[in-house]
C-alpha cells in the first residue's frame, strides 16, 4: 500500500515537472498546440499547426532523431500564415526554476508543406537565443517572469514560403554528466509572406547541430558558478543574408561584467538554492529513470 501511494506521487511529479509549450501567438492569432494530457481527448481531435510531443518530458540524446522536434513527433496537419517581421509569443506551460539554462528559436525552409516533411532533413537558421543574463539570472528565469512566456521575431527579410518553426528551452540542472542536459524542443507549421528573399546560410541540422560536449551543453552550472555561457548551435540570423558570430560574446562579455559586481551577492545567495537543487534533484532522477 506504501509503495502505491509513493508511485503515485511519483508519476504526479513526473508529469508536473517540466513543461511544453501550450500555444502560440503569432502577430495577433492564438494558436493551440500539442498537448500529449489533453489533445489526444478530444473529440475531434484538431488540426494544429503544432508538431506532436509524446510527453513533456526532455531528450537528452543529442543524437537522436528526438532532438529535432521531440520524441515520436508528428507533424502538425495545417500551417500559420504570417507576415515575415512577425513576433511569436511561445507560451509554457508552467516551467521549474531549477530548470535554468538558455532558450533558442530556429527556422528552416519545409522546400514543400511542412506537414509532410522530415525534420532531420531540414537546414535550420537560428532565429533568436538568450542564455545566462548580464544580472547572473538565466532566461528560464525571465520566462518565468514573464508569465512562462518568450517572445522572439520572424526575420522581415526572409523569402516567403513554408518554415518549420523550431524552439526549444534547455535545462542545464543535471549537464555536468554527458547527455544530462534536457532539450525541450517543439515545432509548429509556418506559411511566411512577404517581399524577402534572404536565404540564411549559417544552418545546421537536428540531429548534428549539437554535440554532447559543446561548451553550452556539458557543464556544471553550480560549481563554479559561471560568469559566461556559450549558447549551443549557429550564430543569430541577422539579417540581410547573413549572422553574426560576435552576438554570443557580446552577451557573454557583459554577463562577465555586471555578474563580478554581484558576486559577492550571488555567492550568499547560492548555498540555499544549490542545497533546494541537490535534494529536489533525486526525486526527479528517479522518476525520470522511471518513466
Ligand atoms: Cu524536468
Redesign the pocket.
Known amino acids: 500500500m506504501k509503495s502505491t501511494i509513493i508511485s503515485a506521487l511519483g508519476f504526479a511529479a513526473a508529469t508536473m515537472?517540466?513543461g511544453i509549450v501550450s500555444n502560440l501567438t503569432i502577430g495577433d492569432e492564438l494558436y493551440d498546440m500539442y498537448n500529449p494530457y489533453s489533445t489526444p481527448y478530444l473529440n475531434p481531435i484538431p488540426d494544429l499547426i503544432g508538431w506532436t510531443v509524446s510527453s513533456n518530458?526532455?531528450v537528452e540524446d543529442v543524437s537522436s532523431a528526438a532532438i529535432a522536434c521531440n520524441a515520436d513527433s508528428k507533424a502538425g496537419a495545417i500551417s500559420a500564415t504570417a507576415a515575415a517581421g512577425s513576433s511569436v509569443k511561445f507560451s509554457w506551460t508552467v516551467w521549474?526554476e531549477s530548470?535554468r539554462g538558455p532558450v533558442m528559436t530556429y527556422m528552416a525552409n519545409c522546400n514543400g508543406d511542412c506537414s509532410e516533411v522530415d525534420a532531420t532533413t531540414l537546414d535550420f537558421f537560428k532565429i533568436d537565443e538568450a542564455g545566462l543574463l548580464a544580472d547572473g539570472t538565466w532566461a528560464s528565469d525571465s520566462i518565468i517572469n514573464d508569465g512562462s512566456t518568450y517572445t522572439a521575431s520572424i526575420p522581415s527579410d526572409i523569402a516567403p514560403g513554408n518554415y518549420l518553426l523550431r524552439h526549444e528551452l534547455l535545462?542545464l540542472h543535471s549537464a555536468g554528466t554527458v547527455n544530462g542536459a534536457?532539450f525541450y524542443p517543439v515545432c509548429a507549421n509556418l506559411v511566411i509572406t512577404g517581399t524577402g528573399t534572404a536565404v540564411p546560410t549559417d544552418t545546421v541540422k537536428f540531429p548534428g547541430g549539437y554535440s554532447s560536449d559543446d561548451a553550452g551543453i556539458l557543464l556544471n552550472i553550480y560549481y563554479p558558478v559561471p560568469t559566461s555561457y556559450v549558447i549551443p548551435g549557429p550564430p543569430v540570423y541577422q539579417g540581410g543574408g547573413a549572422s553574426a558570430s560576435s552576438t554570443a560574446a557580446a552577451i557573454a562579455s557583459t554577463s562577465v561584467a555586471s555578474y563580478a559586481s554581484e558576486a559577492s551577492t550571488s555567492v550568499a545567495a547560492y548555498p540555499t538554492e544549490a542545497s533546494t537543487s541537490v535534494a529536489a534533484y533525486p526525486t526527479?532522477a528517479s522518476t525520470?529513470l522511471a518513466a
Open positions: 515537472a517540466h518530458g526532455p521549474p530548470h535545462a534536457q526527479e525520470t
